[in-house]
């Protein structure tokens, strides 16, 4: 089973609409989650780290449920500019991140 | 404030030749990265280093030598170039292990 798995997408959506994507993970025993995006030909950015039950940065929100082992992302008021693909990082307890394929985001005019 | 810078930005090899990429951070991170990503993929983790003067093996780290003879410096190494190692390299360092900060990356063509 692979360490992570998310949607590759495409998610297509309007200006101003409200996206969620789920991340799965196999280690129960990850204890960290990141979120990173990647634009196109560029390097991942952290987008944020969830060390709890969720975290909550502006119109991003990440729900952790260690219960059922996935993480979600929710984007409110989607903008052109989020346009990306958003990478689920659980930790792997190495002091190293396993990073998947992500999904793909694109917001649409 | 420089973050994560990597060298060269570009570079074309033939098959057979050697090279050397350099990562350099100023954020006095102890852990560094190096990942490779091809078209469509993830990245994957070729090999990394939890301090100055030491390194170990990612996912991926056949036909790579790194080195870390100093904290700010990651350098990741290809004695002999083959078109497998056609990629995009991205170094990233750390301070803790997991919020990692990437550098630009190095478009590498191996023809």
């Known amino acids: 089973r692979k360490e992570v798995e998310q949607d590759p997408g495409p998610f297509n959506v309007p200006e101003g609409a409200t996206v969620a994507f789920n991340c799965t993970y196999s280690?129960?025993?990850?204890?960290?989650f990141f979120w990173y995006r990647q634009d196109c030909r560029k390097e991942p950015k952290l987008l944020m780290s969830?060390?709890?039950s969720g975290n909550e940065d502006g119109r991003f929100t990440a729900q952790l449920n260690r219960a059922s082992q996935y993480i979600s992302l929710l984007i409110r008021d989607s903008k052109l500019s989020d346009s990306a693909t958003y990478l689920c990082?659980?930790?792997?307890?190495?002091?190293?991140?396993?990073f998947g394929s992500g999904t793909r985001l694109q917001v649409q005019p | 404030n420089a973050g994560v810078t990597q060298t060269p930005k570009f570079r074309v090899l033939k098959t057979g030749q050697s090279m050397t990429l350099l990562c350099a951070q100023d954020?006095?991170?102890?852990?560094m990265y190096w990942y490779r990503q091809d078209p469509g993929m993830g990245l994957r983790l070729i090999h990394y280093?939890?301090?100055?003067?030491?390194?170990a093996k990612g996912e991926v780290p056949d036909g790579y030598n790194v080195s870390r003879l100093k904290k700010q410096n990651f350098l990741l190494g290809l004695e002999s170039a083959a078109p497998s190692q056609t990629s995009v390299y991205f170094c990233?360092?750390?301070?803790?292990?997991?919020?990692?900060?990437f550098g630009p990356g190095t478009r590498l063509t191996v023809t």
């Open positions: 990082v659980p930790d792997t307890g190495r002091r190293a991140l396993t």
């Open positions: 990233a360092s750390s301070k803790d292990g997991y919020e990692q900060y």
């Open positions: 280093s939890v301090g100055e003067g030491t390194t």
């Open positions: 954020m006095n991170h102890e852990y």
């Open positions: 969830v060390y709890s």
């Open positions: 280690n129960s025993a990850s204890q960290s």
